[in-house]
């Protein structure tokens, strides 16, 4: 098993900062990926950024030049730094983790809402 606890959302206005952290614990050896997802009202959920085991990350194309995914392997937290917010980055973020077997977890979800 592998517990993910996110922190770190909030309001912000537009073209603010906020910066996410999910910390890993349980399993984490068995984690060969991590990633952050978002889901607003209405929509499906989506890969926002991800970064794996070797350090490879990939963005959506919504959020490239403005995101940025990195990790504290020492602190097993993932962080997710979120510049030049736009109002339509307004959802709920969820942390993910993908084992080498294919098994998926998620956190309980964090909320962002950028709005002036």
């Known amino acids: 098993q592998v517990q993910l606890v996110e922190s770190g959302g909030g309001l912000v206005q537009p073209g603010g900062s906020l910066r996410l952290s999910c910390a890993a614990s349980?399993?984490?050896?068995?984690?060969?990926?991590m990633g952050w997802y978002r889901q607003a009202p209405g929509k499906q959920r989506e890969l926002v950024a991800g970064?794996?085991?070797?350090?490879?990350?990939n963005y959506a194309d919504s959020v490239k030049g403005r995101f940025t995914i990195s990790r504290d392997n020492a602190k097993n937290t993932v962080y997710l730094q979120m510049n030049s917010l736009k109002p339509e980055d307004t959802a709920v973020y969820y942390c993910?983790?993908?084992?080498?077997?294919?098994?998926?977890?998620w956190g309980q979800g964090t909320q962002v809402t950028v709005s002036s």
């Open positions: 993910n983790a993908q084992t080498q077997t294919g098994l998926l977890y």
């Open positions: 970064i794996t085991i070797g350090g490879s990350t």
């Open positions: 349980g399993r984490i050896f068995s984690i060969a990926f």
